[in-house]
């Protein structure tokens, strides 16, 4: 089966700039994720999707991040303004259990965007 | 707090010896560990999952070690190989909010393994 894919792979922007970030899950998985990572840490989750509703985005930056998951399927991820701390990999990941079930859903993950923010 | 810290932070080693990495964990209540293995440049790839009852789990040269009690897992990778170089992840489940588990990540080991 195709992978979860994430588009762009890298971008670069300057500060106060706004940028978004797309992700196609795995076809058929109800559950969807965007993380931040920062080099030398371990993913955070920003947000999680249960087909088209939020399921959790608590450490969510709402002031200026935003994603939507439109139709339940791809999802796109934006931050307006970005700020230098932005800068990161944002890892999309979905599964077809969310974590109701005990988080025992397989977490399949794209390959990450790389935002440079200068 | 839920916690999950792992140890060491990075470590090299030499083609073909065996390494152990940690993981300990303070998550409550707890429902699986995961330990996931990230390449460079690349998303996070699943090696094992143990749930409470499970205290070892092997994927080829891989081996997991879950102590439920101590609430501490190992990641021991025998004979190891130049591809083995990543960064490796420990993840928790558990640590319900809201009526939701959480993915608690640590912040990964980062293996290096030398010809």
């Known amino acids: 089966e195709a992978g979860v894919a994430q588009s762009p792979r890298y971008k670069i922007i300057e500060k106060r700039q706004s940028v978004a970030f797309w992700c196609n899950p795995i076809?058929?998985?109800?559950?969807l994720y965007w993380y931040q990572q920062i080099l030398g840490q371990g993913p955070k989750l920003l947000i999680q999707f249960q087909n088209n509703g939020v399921v959790d985005d608590s450490q969510l930056p709402k002031d200026r991040f935003s994603a939507e998951r439109l139709k339940g399927v791809d999802s796109t991820l934006k931050i307006q303004p970005a700020k230098l701390e932005d800068s990161a990999v944002y890892l999309c990941?979905?599964?077809?259990?969310?974590?109701?079930?005990?988080?025992?859903?397989?977490?399949?993950f794209g390959p990450g965007t790389r935002l440079t923010v200068t | 707090k839920n916690q999950v810290e792992q140890s060491p932070q990075s470590l090299i080693i030499l083609e073909g010896k065996n390494c152990t990495l940690q993981c300990n964990y303070t998550v409550s209540p707890f429902s699986n560990l995961r330990w996931y293995k990230q390449d460079t440049g690349r998303g996070p790839v699943s090696l094992t999952i143990m749930t409470f009852s499970e205290n070892t789990k092997s994927n080829g040269r891989y081996t997991a070690t879950l102590d439920a009690d101590t609430k501490q897992s190992s990641l021991h990778i025998t004979a190891s190989q130049l591809s083995d170089s990543a960064s490796y992840i420990c993840v928790v489940s558990g640590g319900i909010t809201s009526g939701t588990y959480k993915y608690i990540f640590g912040t990964g080991t980062r293996l290096k393994v030398l010809a």
């Open positions: 990941a979905s599964s077809s259990r969310g974590l109701a079930g005990g988080g025992l859903g397989e977490q399949y």
């Open positions: 076809s058929g998985h109800a559950t």
